[in-house]
């Protein structure tokens, strides 16, 4: 129990408790989001994002499977109708999977059994343990879509399960992030190769939660490979965003 409540209150002092975050949040995703918009934030832990985008006015499917977060999810958000709290996970398929949890550090609880035994030679993981386990519901994004409305932006922050998330996806949508981890390049290369399938996308990066782009001008898939293989050696992690090309 005392590790359970120390996870949770490490993620809000993390993601709600430093000065200037949240004002920081919203001037970023104004760049994507505004009033009537629907956004999908699939792995809203804690729910910085969500706060955010209701700031901009949006309309916000928060997709969360942990039991621990959802109970905080609906304690923030829960008297909101413009939060429709989802506690399920998103991946290729509807079904169920098992969601393998990290209670000390449950930001990086995951459905995804490769990428724990990925990431967890690397040094920034060696105290993360999965210690326990639950069955959570899958659905997929576009039945999320066909419920929902089209996403004006789509968070995909699920901890080496973006593929399967992606392969639930069968149109372009006009804005989405993925987080990038430098010890799962390849991965994460795996994944901007599903974008590009989706449509004619650009890129940009923004290292781990500095709301900031690395470049000034937005990339083709190429240059962002190229621009991730320089991120590589220093380990830090980061979001990659992709926006639809101006026809």
């Known amino acids: ?3 359970r409540a120390w996870g949770i209150a490490r993620s ?5 408790g430093q000065p200037g975050r949240h004002r920081r949040l919203v001037r970023f995703y104004g760049q994507f989001l505004g009033p009537g918009d629907v956004a999908f934030d699939i792995g809203a832990h804690v729910g910085s994002r969500v706060r955010a985008w209701r700031s901009l006015g949006a309309t916000v499917i928060a997709v969360e499977p942990q039991p621990d977060l959802l109970r905080v999810l609906r304690a923030f958000f829960g008297r909101d109708d413009r939060v429709v709290i989802a506690p399920i996970a998103v991946g290729a398929t509807p079904g169920t999977a098992q969601l393998g949890i990290s209670t000390a550090t449950p930001t990086v609880s995951t459905l995804s059994t490769a990428w724990r035994e990925t990431v967890s030679g690397d040094r920034s993981f060696a105290k993360v343990r999965w210690d326990r386990s639950v ?3 899958v659905t997929t994004l576009d039945d999320m879509i066909k419920e929902y409305g089209e996403p004006a932006f789509c968070k995909i922050d699920v901890e080496g399960f973006e593929a399967e998330v992606l392969a639930g996806l069968s149109r372009p949508v006009r804005a989405l992030s993925f987080e990038y981890l430098p010890m799962a390049h390849e991965a994460g290369l795996a994944v901007l190769g599903q974008v590009e399938s989706l449509g004619d996308y650009e890129y940009n990066y ?6 900031r782009w690395a470049r000034e001008s937005w990339l083709s898939a190429a240059e962002l490979v190229a621009l991730l293989g320089e991120v590589r050696p220093t380990g830090r992690s980061g979001d990659v965003y992709a926006r639809l090309r101006a026809s």
């Open 1 to 3: 129990m005392l590790t």
């Open 12 to 16: 809000l002092v993390i993601y709600h």
């Open 135 to 137: 069955e959570v519901r």
């Open 206 to 211: 923004s290292p781990v939660e500095t709301m």
